[in-house]
């Protein structure tokens, strides 16, 4: 929104030493943010004077026609300057500037020698001073402009303060010289003059012109007003141009200029028809698919279906509130126009600009809401000036088609105000600042927003009225009292310990997109009735090559992999904690939710019974070496039991006691089947770890022995309250024991056994060595374990020991067949 100070100073008393800088803070501090404030008397330095055209030589033997003049600047001495422009004559008042001055854009004006004469300041045309963009000739000001010598400023409207404020969205009433000067008679505290409170004539029973509107929703107001027999050569008014070129706006004729004009003025778009060119009578409606319009701006547009158009017998003649259309624009010969003023939905005008990239400055307006009370206004306006300045005859039939709906009433708490900022305002303080704002305050506090703030639709919206009023800067600084909490969740420490423990073992956490391709379930050998192959489908994909999400974390943690694989990396050891999305097995169909209204208790089940359960996984991948190789000695290649550690230690981290974990040989998808593990907790799986199938590493394009592990974090039991063993220095009995077992018996089986069989003076074990070889025998192995023994009171007898260790290995042959090597 751009407009000059001088304008607002016609609806709003300002202080007359207000600066530009003053200006600045003040329309900040109302909400606006300022784009810029500028002082035109500023952007000129120097002698900026009248001047009177005394003498002109014409110098001769030069490409272009060059001009020596004598110029009367008001001093004792004519002045000397060297123009080449040569639409001014002897006799005719000109701006000059003289030496020691600097034109807008940093131009410094200087005396020097140019085309064989000596120049002394320049004559100037309207584009070198700042306020236009005409640069064809010299500004020539009307002969009683001033006297020479006098300060040229004043005189082309370079005494003024140009303003430039971006409007928030919901605040569309400030997009006009009514709404901003209201607002600064808000912070003034001064007299404001609403340029809309007229007495504009009413609709009479005959129209001007027959008009029918058939989508009373998207045009709820639709009004209009002809006159006949204006001068088509009028021009508009020197203070009308100036004013909309302090608005950004180009003056193209008085008609359309008045139009342009009262929508900086009042707010209210218009447009103006050649009633010489329409062809029957006019018709508001949708717009038909595949109906087209060439509109003002030469380009032929496809209409949609929410697009709202106005028609006569030939088709759409206007975009409606957008641009209108070539077939009905005003011409040079026109002489009988139609002004219309209506009132249209401001979604239906949002979405219409930005379909057809048509950002128009009625459509900035249109779909920031404006007043449905101002078109009978401005079309009186409208007429007045047009009459004023080109004759022509006024119909005094006036068409006001008025479907407008009343606006609701919001029940305000008084004291919410003073809950929600934070000072104490009083209810008469709440009832002023409110009838500030436009808003009735009935009794029972039922508040009546005014017709041109449809932004206030709430309490809130209301109270943050109050805020902006009372004064933004008399709201304290105050940090509000942390309340007490009781810190990070006990899943949250899980999930950061589990985090944290993968990473100081070598682990890199990385995070990935949850979106995967329907085809990473076959390269995963899933079986057809495998629940993973049930994924939820996007309606709206980032991408359309991954439209479901994950039900593995593994569907894209081995897309990380395999592109850091590409970038070179060989030695990866990876790992990803998140969400995975499980469908529920309901057939019913989801029911159909509304926006206009809570979901009852029954459609909030139904719809919430189809959400996917969403389990919170870490997985991790291995490839390459896990222990590098170097001068140190040989490497050792990541294997399936490095897998099945990262198991245990994200386990261990998340308070599970070892006694509780157990491994078991295992045949799941997309594991080898040989080389899998299911890792359970209290004897219920929670996850598998193992080497990765040839099948799928080939699919997805992955190197040999990659190994991964997928845990369910949310099905491991909450941690225990552990309380502290009692310390004791009494010495611990340590024995080894080596058993052989077949191969296919879990080490960690044995242990649990060992454990088992020792009992409470057992305080722990530790397998420190596997051995096979053919004296064993085929199919076997042998597994040798640490006993730690320790009693907390005494010192433990050999006999107390090798009796633990005893029952030990007898509770591990009778489990897993062991057998003590060398017995």
């Given at each position: 929104?751009?407009?000059?100070?001088?304008?607002?100073?016609d609806?709003?008393?300002?202080?007359?030493?207000?600066?530009?800088?003053?200006?600045?803070?003040?329309?900040?501090?109302?909400?606006?943010?300022?784009?810029?404030?500028?002082?035109?008397?500023?952007?000129?330095?120097?002698?900026?004077?009248?001047?009177?055209?005394?003498?002109?030589?014409?110098?001769?033997?030069?490409?272009?026609?060059?001009?020596?003049?004598?110029?009367d600047?008001?001093?004792?001495?004519?002045?000397e300057?060297?123009?080449?422009?040569?639409?001014?004559?002897?006799?005719?008042?000109?701006?000059?500037?003289?030496?020691?001055?600097?034109?807008?854009?940093?131009?410094?004006?200087?005396?020097r020698?140019?085309?064989?004469?000596?120049?002394?300041?320049?004559?100037?045309?309207?584009?070198?001073?700042?306020?236009?963009?005409?640069?064809?000739?010299?500004?020539?000001?009307?002969?009683?402009?001033?006297?020479?010598?006098?300060?040229?400023?004043?005189?082309?409207?370079?005494d003024?303060?140009?303003?430039?404020?971006?409007?928030?969205?919901?605040?569309?009433?400030?997009?006009?010289?009514?709404?901003?000067?209201?607002?600064?008679?808000?912070?003034?505290?001064?007299?404001?003059?609403?340029?809309?409170?007229?007495?504009?004539?009413?609709?009479?029973?005959?129209?001007?012109?027959?008009?029918?509107?058939?989508?009373?929703?998207?045009?709820?107001?639709?009004?209009?007003?002809?006159?006949?027999?204006?001068?088509?050569?009028?021009?508009?008014?020197?203070?009308?141009?100036?004013?909309?070129?302090?608005?950004?706006?180009?003056?193209?004729?008085?008609?359309?200029?008045?139009?342009?004009?009262?929508?900086?003025?009042?707010?209210?778009?218009?447009?103006?028809?050649?009633?010489?060119?329409?062809?029957?009578?006019?018709?508001?409606?949708?717009?038909t698919?595949?109906?087209?319009?060439?509109?003002?701006?030469?380009?032929?547009?496809?209409?949609?279906?929410?697009?709202?158009?106005?028609?006569?017998?030939?088709?759409?003649?206007?975009?409606?509130?957008?641009?209108?259309?070539?077939?009905?624009?005003?011409?040079?010969?026109?002489?009988?126009?139609?002004?219309?003023?209506?009132?249209?939905?401001?979604?239906?005008?949002?979405?219409?600009?930005?379909?057809?990239?048509?950002?128009?400055?009625?459509?900035?307006?249109?779909?920031?809401?404006?007043?449905?009370?101002?078109?009978?206004?401005?079309?009186?306006?409208?007429?007045?000036?047009?009459?004023?300045?080109?004759?022509?005859?006024?119909?005094?039939?006036?068409?006001?088609?008025?479907?407008?709906?009343?606006?609701?009433?919001?029940?305000?708490?008084?004291?919410?105000?003073?809950?929600?900022?934070?000072l104490?305002?009083?209810?008469?303080?709440?009832?002023?600042?409110?009838?500030?704002?436009?808003?009735?305050?009935?009794?029972?506090?039922?508040?009546?927003?005014?017709?041109?703030?449809?932004?206030?639709?709430?309490?809130?919206?209301?109270?943050?009225?109050?805020?902006?009023?009372?004064?933004?800067?008399?709201?304290?600084?105050?940090?509000?009292?942390?309340?007490?909490?009781?810190?990070?969740?006990?899943?949250?420490?899980?999930?950061?310990?589990?985090?944290?423990?993968?990473?100081?073992?070598?682990?890199?956490?990385?995070?990935?997109?949850?979106?995967?391709?329907?085809?990473?379930?076959?390269?995963?050998?899933?079986?057809?009735?495998?629940?993973?192959?049930?994924?939820?489908?996007?309606t709206?994909?980032?991408?359309?090559?991954?439209?479901?999400?994950?039900?593995?974390?593994?569907?894209?943690?081995?897309?990380?992999?395999?592109?850091?694989?590409?970038?070179?990396?060989?030695?990866?050891?990876?790992?990803?904690?998140?969400?995975v999305?499980?469908?529920?097995?309901?057939?019913?169909?989801?029911?159909?939710?509304?926006?206009?209204?809570r979901?009852?208790?029954?459609?909030?089940?139904?719809?919430?019974?189809?959400?996917?359960?969403?389990?919170?996984h870490?997985?991790?991948?291995?490839?390459?070496?896990?222990?590098?190789?170097?001068?140190?000695?040989?490497?050792?290649?990541?294997?399936?039991?490095?897998?099945?550690?990262?198991?245990?230690?994200?386990?261990?981290?998340?308070?599970?006691?070892?006694?509780?974990?157990?491994?078991?040989?295992?045949?799941?998808?997309p594991?080898?089947?040989?080389?899998?593990?299911?890792i359970?907790?209290?004897?219920?799986?929670?996850?598998?770890?193992?080497?990765?199938?040839?099948?799928?590493?080939?699919?997805?394009?992955?190197?040999?022995?990659?190994?991964?592990v997928?845990?369910?974090?949310?099905?491991?039991?909450?941690?225990?309250?552990?309380?502290?063993?009692?310390?004791?220095?009494?010495?611990?009995?340590?024995?080894?024991?080596?058993?052989?077992?077949?191969?296919?018996?879990?080490?960690?089986?044995?242990?649990?056994?060992?454990?088992?069989?020792?009992?409470?003076?057992?305080?722990?074990?530790?397998?420190?060595?596997?051995?096979?070889?053919?004296?064993?025998?085929?199919g076997?192995?042998?597994?040798?374990?640490?006993?730690?023994f320790?009693?907390?009171?005494?010192?433990?007898?050999?006999?107390?020991?090798?009796a633990?260790?005893?029952?030990?290995?007898?509770?591990?042959?009778?489990?897993?067949?062991?057998?003590?090597?060398?017995?």
């Amino acid at each position: 929104m751009k407009t000059s100070l001088s304008w607002l100073r016609d609806y709003v008393e300002l202080p007359a030493s207000l600066t530009a800088a003053e200006l600045d803070q003040t329309l900040t501090d109302l909400g606006m943010e300022v784009e810029s404030v500028v002082d035109q008397a500023a952007t000129v330095l120097g002698d900026l004077v009248v001047g009177k055209v005394l003498e002109i030589e014409e110098l001769t033997g030069f490409k272009k026609p060059i001009r020596f003049c004598r110029v009367d600047v008001g001093r004792s001495d004519p002045q000397e300057i060297v123009c080449g422009a040569t639409n001014f004559a002897v006799g005719d008042l000109v701006v000059v500037i003289l030496p020691g001055g600097e034109l807008p854009g940093g131009f410094k004006i200087g005396a020097r020698k140019t085309y064989g004469r000596n120049s002394h300041g320049m004559i100037c045309s309207v584009r070198e001073l700042g306020i236009g963009d005409d640069h064809a000739g010299i500004l020539v000001l009307p002969p009683d402009a001033a006297a020479p010598g006098t300060d040229a400023r004043p005189v082309v409207g370079l005494d003024d303060v140009l303003v430039e404020v971006e409007i928030t969205p919901d605040r569309g009433y400030e997009m006009s010289l009514r709404g901003m000067a209201r607002e600064l008679s808000y912070a003034y505290e001064s007299a404001y003059t609403d340029p809309a409170l007229l007495d504009a004539p009413g609709r009479t029973a005959e129209p001007p012109y027959p008009v029918q509107v058939d989508d009373t929703v998207g045009c709820d107001r639709f009004a209009a007003r002809v006159v006949r027999g204006i001068d088509p050569d009028a021009q508009s008014p020197a203070w009308m141009k100036k004013r909309l070129a302090a608005a950004g706006i180009r003056a193209i004729s008085l008609p359309v200029d008045i139009t342009n004009y009262l929508m900086v003025e009042l707010g209210q778009p218009m447009h103006v028809f050649d009633l010489g060119r329409l062809r029957g009578g006019l018709v508001v409606r949708r717009a038909t698919p595949g109906e087209k319009l060439t509109t003002l701006d030469g380009v032929a547009r496809v209409l949609d279906a929410e697009d709202m158009v106005i028609c006569d017998e030939t088709g759409p003649i206007s975009l409606a509130a957008v641009m209108g259309g070539e077939t009905s624009e005003w011409q040079p010969g026109t002489v009988d126009v139609l002004l219309e003023a209506a009132h249209w939905d401001a979604v239906m005008v949002g979405r219409t600009a930005r379909r057809h990239r048509l950002f128009s400055e009625a459509a900035k307006r249109w779909e920031r809401g404006v007043d449905p009370q101002l078109p009978l206004v401005a079309l009186r306006r409208a007429v007045e000036i047009l009459t004023e300045y080109a004759g022509g005859e006024v119909d005094e039939r006036v068409l006001d088609i008025d479907h407008l709906v009343p606006q609701a009433p919001i029940q305000l708490d008084p004291g919410l105000p003073s809950r929600r900022i934070g000072l104490a305002y009083s209810e008469d303080e709440v009832a002023g600042l409110l009838a500030k704002v436009g808003c009735r305050v009935a009794g029972t506090w039922e508040v009546t927003p005014p017709s041109w703030r449809p932004d206030l639709l709430a309490p809130a919206d209301l109270v943050e009225e109050v805020a902006r009023l009372g004064g933004y800067n008399d709201i304290p600084s105050v940090l509000p009292l942390a309340p007490g909490g009781g810190g990070l969740t006990a899943t949250q420490r899980r999930r950061r310990s589990v985090g944290r423990a993968l990473a100081e073992n070598g682990y890199v956490e990385v995070l990935s997109y949850p979106f995967v391709a329907p085809s990473v379930h076959d390269a995963f050998g899933l079986a057809t009735d495998d629940l993973r192959r049930s994924a939820v489908r996007l309606t709206n994909p980032l991408s359309e090559e991954e439209p479901q999400l994950r039900t593995s974390l593994l569907a894209t943690l081995l897309g990380t992999l395999r592109r850091n694989l590409g970038r070179g990396l060989r030695d990866l050891a990876l790992y990803e904690m998140g969400e995975v999305f499980l469908p529920q097995a309901v057939d019913t169909p989801p029911p159909v939710l509304g926006v206009d209204r809570r979901p009852s208790d029954e459609d909030w089940t139904a719809a919430n019974a189809l959400v996917p359960h969403q389990p919170w996984h870490v997985a991790a991948v291995l490839t390459g070496e896990f222990d590098p190789a170097g001068w140190w000695g040989e490497g050792r290649a990541a294997m399936w039991g490095d897998a099945v550690e990262a198991a245990r230690t994200a386990l261990s981290a998340a308070g599970v006691p070892s006694g509780q974990v157990s491994v078991r040989a295992a045949d799941h998808a997309p594991w080898h089947p040989g080389r899998c593990a299911a890792i359970l907790v209290d004897e219920q799986i929670i996850g598998y770890a193992g080497e990765l199938h040839p099948g799928v590493l080939s699919a997805l394009e992955l190197p040999k022995r990659v190994c991964a592990v997928e845990l369910d974090l949310d099905a491991v039991p909450p941690r225990e309250v552990v309380e502290a063993g009692r310390l004791t220095t009494y010495p611990p009995a340590l024995i080894d024991v080596a058993l052989v077992v077949p191969s296919d018996v879990p080490a960690a089986e044995v242990e649990r056994a060992l454990v088992a069989g020792a009992g409470s003076l057992l305080e722990s074990v530790r397998l420190f060595d596997v051995y096979a070889s053919e004296q064993l025998g085929e199919g076997m192995r042998s597994l040798a374990y640490k006993l730690t023994f320790r009693a907390p009171d005494r010192t433990l007898t050999v006999e107390e020991a090798v009796a633990a260790r005893d029952a030990a290995v007898a509770a591990a042959a009778s489990s897993t067949g062991a057998v003590l090597r060398g017995a």
